[in-house]
């Protein structure tokens, strides 16, 4: 008897299923899963099958040369770009359809490569600038001063000082937020997306720029932000002492695809990461 097919049959094809993750997240949803993501721009295929799994309390590496794609993958995750293809769960939840807006109040902040502040805004009114997701008052409130207004001002004075005392900047909280050092403004940065309230918190290169006694205090932050507050940390970044420092897995992107990935020791000794990097040997 001959096989019966459906007008609907497909071919099987292999579910990503490689991921690792910290023991302490095995009882939790993972923060994030992406699976066969992929972006074209015209003919050109930007991010192609890129497969990854966050844990809830994760500090995560994605790493690669100039031009791998790093950013176009922090791109989709936050739907500053839409996907061509594949799926990207937070928490869980299907993200298609979402936009940036959406994706913020689901849990997901973000800096960037280039600092992004209100320069003429203080340091303290740039951090409640953040706090948008969870602090709101009506427009009569607001225009008329009322105690309503007042009341969310103080808690927003109140958490605002405390997310800066986090890098030791609450004695910054009135000055000019252009007038800060390089550093400074790094930090800030970062103290603004906490602002949000997240559950994964993306930085694309927060060591850029930075001296080497200011990168190891940004590495000890990371990680008191991620055990203060219980919440999963990604990151690009060039500066390998800070990878292979904190990163618990790290993710190798090479023109649009993953080529490795695994804890640092193992993507410090794998021959096709060191290639992507320094090139290939030549013979003879």
């Known amino acids: 008897m001959g096989k019966v097919k459906s007008k609907n049959e497909s071919p099987l094809v ?3 299923s490689t991921s690792y993750i910290p023991q302490r ?3 939790k949803t993972p923060i994030l899963e992406t699976r066969y993501l992929g972006i074209d721009f015209g003919g050109l295929t930007a991010v192609d099958d890129f497969n990854l799994t966050i844990g809830r309390t994760e500090i995560a590496g994605l790493i690669g040369p100039n031009g791998a ?3 176009t993958v922090f791109n ?7 996907p061509t293809r594949g799926t990207i769960l937070l928490d869980g939840r299907d993200t298609q359809g979402m936009n940036t807006v959406q994706i913020s109040k689901a849990g997901i902040a973000r800096t960037f490569q280039n600092i992004r502040l209100f320069d003429s805004l203080s340091v303290e009114d740039n951090v409640k600038l953040g706090m948008h997701n969870s602090i709101r008052y009506s427009m009569a409130s607001g225009i008329f001063r009322l105690p309503a207004y007042w009341r969310k001002e103080q808690v927003a004075h109140e958490r605002a000082m405390e997310l800066l005392s986090i890098f030791d900047m609450q004695d910054m ?16 940065e970062i103290v603004r997306a906490l602002a949000t309230n997240p559950s994964l918190l993306l930085l694309d290169e927060p060591a850029a720029g930075m001296n080497p006694s200011e990168t190891y205090e940004l590495m000890e932050n990371i990680v008191k932000i991620r055990d203060t507050f219980r919440i999963a940390v990604m990151l690009i970044e060039h500066d390998m002492s800070l990878v292979m420092g904190i990163c618990e897995g790290i993710c190798v992107l090479n ?3 993953v080529i490795a990935k695994g804890t640092p020791e193992d993507i410090q000794s794998n021959p096709v990461v060191i290639e992507a990097y320094l090139g290939k040997k030549k013979e003879g």
């Open 255 to 257: 023109f649009g695809k």
């Open 173 to 188: 909280a009135k000055m000019q937020a252009g007038s800060l050092p390089y550093g400074a403004q790094r930090r800030l």
């Open 14 to 16: 292999p579910v990503p």
């Open 25 to 27: 997240d095995l009882d």
């Open 69 to 71: 794609g790093k950013t």
């Open 76 to 82: 989709l995750i936050t739907k500053v770009y839409q």
